[in-house]
């Protein structure tokens, strides 16, 4: 039995800015629901940013029009918050806008466990802190689920946790404290936890990538309207993944992408200290 999914991440409906090219954000939602009827998913993810956040009127506006646009897709929608869904808006507001509560979820569905890990993802901007705060209420919600699952689980956030490098990332190269969460490291530990095979799908940094951390597989899935890495075309980035005994995982678009994983329950050995904090690996002294 198989599990599918489909994705679309950052959407960013909105003027252009930047590199994310909001303009063709609607247009692309459409092709993405012709996409899903003939791809017959499970369900739909929304990894979040669904708009460019402008202020509170621009944005609840968007974000009306964007809920429009899901309605278009017959299959079950799962939704989560980007920073730009909550620079100016609520979470309240914007579960009122999609029709469905937007808190921590778990679903059991085809053998798989979904975990929707909707910790905040509001950018603090502040003189004492500048970027994401990660709560421990959301870290403890983590740990939990990773600790009951008897099943395996895809972990799904809008901010990834794995802390892979952002070298040649557009907006995060040289701002890589912005690409994740203060604490990923305590986020991976909650994770590591279960004893079960485990992977993890995110958005937020604009770019399909694979990353392996402990033997536990971390996703990142283009934007649908990025532009970086497709010479100011919008990527018109949608995923499917299939979830069974392996995890297969197909971008389409400008920018595409595929992957075939086998997620397990082993967990790699724990890394060395420092070298010099390593009695076995220090120089022995001559005498």
């Known amino acids: 039995m198989t599990l599918r999914i489909a994705i679309v991440a950052d959407i960013h409906h909105g003027a252009p800015s930047a590199t994310k090219r909001g303009d063709a954000a609607l247009g692309l939602m459409a092709e993405f629901a012709l996409f899903t009827a003939d791809a017959k ?4 993810l929304d990894l979040g940013d669904r708009i460019s956040d402008i202020d509170r009127d621009t944005d609840l506006r ?3 029009e964007v809920a ?14 980007g920073n730009h869904d909550r620079d ?3 979470v309240a507001e914007n579960a009122e806008i999609l029709g469905q509560v937007l808190d921590h979820q778990t679903l059991d569905l085809n053998g798989w466990r979904l975990a929707l890990w909707r910790a905040d993802s509001k950018i603090a901007r502040g003189p004492d802190h500048h970027g994401f705060i990660l709560r421990e209420a959301d870290l403890l919600w983590l740990a939990r689920t990773a600790q009951a ?3 395996p689980m895809l972990v799904v956030s809008h901010v990834p946790v794995s802390g892979h490098a952002q070298t040649g990332n557009y907006y995060f190269e040289r701002n890589p404290a912005a690409s994740t969460y203060p604490m990923a490291d305590r986020a991976r530990a909650a994770i590591a936890q279960a004893r079960q095979p485990v992977a993890c799908l995110s958005g937020h940094v604009h770019w399909n990538t694979v990353t392996q951390v402990d033997g536990i597989p971390h996703l990142t899935q283009q934007s649908l309207t990025e532009s970086f890495t497709t010479q100011g ?3 018109a980035a949608w995923g499917l993944m299939e979830l069974g005994e392996t995890l297969r995982w197909q971008v389409f ?4 992408f595929q992957a075939v994983l086998t997620p397990a329950a082993r967990r790699w050995t724990p890394p060395l200290p420092p070298f010099g904090e ?5 120089p022995r002294k001559e005498t």
């Not at 998913?41 to 739909?44: A, Q, S, T, Y």
């Not at 429009?68 to 918050?81: G, K, S, W």
């Not at 678009?253 to 595409?256: C, E, I």
């Not at 390593?278 to 220090?282: E, K, S, T, Y």
């Open 68 to 81: 429009d646009a899901f309605r278009a897709i017959t299959a079950p929608v799962l939704h989560l918050n």
């Open 62 to 64: 968007l974000e009306r």
């Open 41 to 44: 998913p499970d369900l739909v």
């Open 253 to 256: 678009g400008r920018d595409p």
């Open 88 to 90: 100016h808006l609520s």
């Open 233 to 235: 075309e919008p990527a």
């Open 149 to 151: 699952a008897d099943r």
């Open 278 to 282: 390593h009695a076995g690996l220090r």
